[in-house]
C-alpha cells in the first residue's frame, strides 16, 4: 500500500509539474478583443463587448508594403501585435515583416516574452543566436529565400542582410506582446544613463569608449 499511494503521490507531481505555459495565457472564451479604452488593469487588455465585435477588430493591412530601411542599421520592423490587431489579445501569437537593406542588420535584440519563427521570403540572411551563461555558445546559419529559423525565448538574436539586394523576412512570435529589447539601445542608451563608471568596469573599456556609445544611442 505503501508503494502505491508513492506512485500515486509521483502521479500527482508529475501531472501538476507537466502543465506548462508556452505562450501567454489561454484564453478562456472565443475572443476577448482589446479594448484599449478601459481602465481595467489585466494580464493584457480587457475584453471589448462580443457582440461590438467586428472582422475589422482580427484585421490588419498593409504586410505587403516594405518598411523605410534607410537608418544607420539598415532595417525596418513592422510589426503586427496586440496593439495593430486588438483581436489578437490573449491569444498569444503575433507576427512581424522585417526589410533589409543591403548589408542591413536586424541588431542584437531579444523578446522577453515570445520564442520567433522567421522564414526568407526575398534575399538571403545570416542569421543567430546566443546561448545563456556561461556557454554563450554562438549558433548561427545563411539562410537562403524559403528557409525558416526558430529563435528561442529569450535568447539575444539578430540577423544581416548577406545579398547584396533587398532582403525581406516574416516572423511569427509566441505572444500578442513579445516586447523587443535592443541590447546596444538598452544598454548605452536608457533614460536615465546607467553610470558610465559602471559601464567602464562592466565592458572593462576606456570611460571616452563608453561616452562614445553613450553618444550614439
Ligand atoms: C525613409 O526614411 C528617411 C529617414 O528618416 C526619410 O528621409 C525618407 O524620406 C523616408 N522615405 C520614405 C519613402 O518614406
Not at 501538476?16 to 472565443?30: G, K, R
Not at 489585466?42 to 462580443?50: Q, T, Y
Not at 509566441?174 to 536608457?190: D, E, H, L, M, Y
Amino acid at each position: 500500500m505503501a508503494y502505491r499511494g508513492f506512485l500515486l503521490v509521483n502521479l500527482v507531481i508529475f501531472s501538476s509539474l507537466s502543465v506548462v505555459f508556452a505562450s501567454d495565457p489561454s484564453p478562456l472564451q472565443d475572443f476577448c478583443v482589446a479594448d484599449p479604452q478601459s481602465a481595467v488593469l489585466v494580464n493584457g487588455f480587457a475584453c471589448k463587448n462580443p457582440k461590438q465585435v467586428q472582422a475589422n477588430d482580427f484585421f490588419f493591412s498593409g504586410l505587403h508594403l516594405p518598411g523605410n530601411t534607410s537608418n544607420p542599421v539598415g532595417s525596418k520592423v513592422t510589426p503586427v501585435t496586440v496593439v495593430q490587431i486588438p483581436g489578437l489579445n490573449t491569444l498569444g501569437i503575433s507576427l512581424a515583416r522585417i526589410d533589409f537593406a543591403p548589408r542591413g542588420i536586424n541588431p542584437p535584440h531579444t523578446h522577453p516574452r515570445g520564442s520567433e519563427i522567421l522564414t526568407v521570403i526575398e534575399g538571403s540572411l545570416e542569421v543567430g543566436f546566443v546561448t545563456s551563461n556561461p556557454e554563450n555558445r554562438l549558433i548561427t546559419k545563411v539562410l537562403q529565400k524559403g528557409d525558416v529559423f526558430v529563435f528561442p525565448i529569450g535568447l539575444i538574436h539578430f540577423q544581416r542582410n548577406i545579398g547584396d539586394g533587398s532582403a525581406v523576412a516574416i516572423a511569427a512570435l509566441s505572444s500578442q506582446n513579445p516586447g523587443v529589447i535592443t541590447i546596444a539601445n538598452a544598454v548605452f542608451g536608457s533614460t536615465p544613463e546607467i553610470s558610465s563608471d559602471l559601464l567602464v568596469k562592466a565592458f572593462q573599456v576606456d570611460k571616452s569608449v563608453v561616452n562614445y556609445l553613450q553618444s550614439k544611442f
